[in-house]
């Protein structure tokens, strides 16, 4: 399972230095005009997703390594799991404003 976590790590930041080019890439009119709304939102909510993935799953590692009884690490996995479905149900709640 860690072995896993590790590898959608890595490829989440990946991930994220393509989208981040491509959200500059929207905002320095390389789109047309007329793709650049539903381009922007997309990207930006993936953008959302993922980097709240990201920190969510860096913030776990850092949370195992300092805990050392299961039941406590499952207690932070669930706490962050939580906070980071609150933040991104926010953080869409943001994005559908834009998208008026």
């Known amino acids: 399972m860690s072995a896993m976590l590790w590898v959608l790590q890595r490829g989440s930041g990946l ?9 500059l890439g929207v905002h320095y009119a390389l789109f047309p005009i007329s793709l650049r709304r539903g381009v922007l939102l997309g990207v930006d909510w993936l953008l959302l997703g993922i980097v709240l993935y990201h920190g969510c799953n860096g913030l776990r590692t850092i949370a195992h390594d300092y805990l050392s009884g299961p039941r406590a690490q499952r207690a932070a996995d669930w706490v962050l799991v939580a906070t980071g479905l609150g933040l991104f149900l926010y953080g869409s709640w943001g994005l559908a404003a834009f998208a008026r």
Do not use: D, Y
């Open 15 to 23: 991930l994220l230095v393509f989208l981040v080019g491509i959200h």
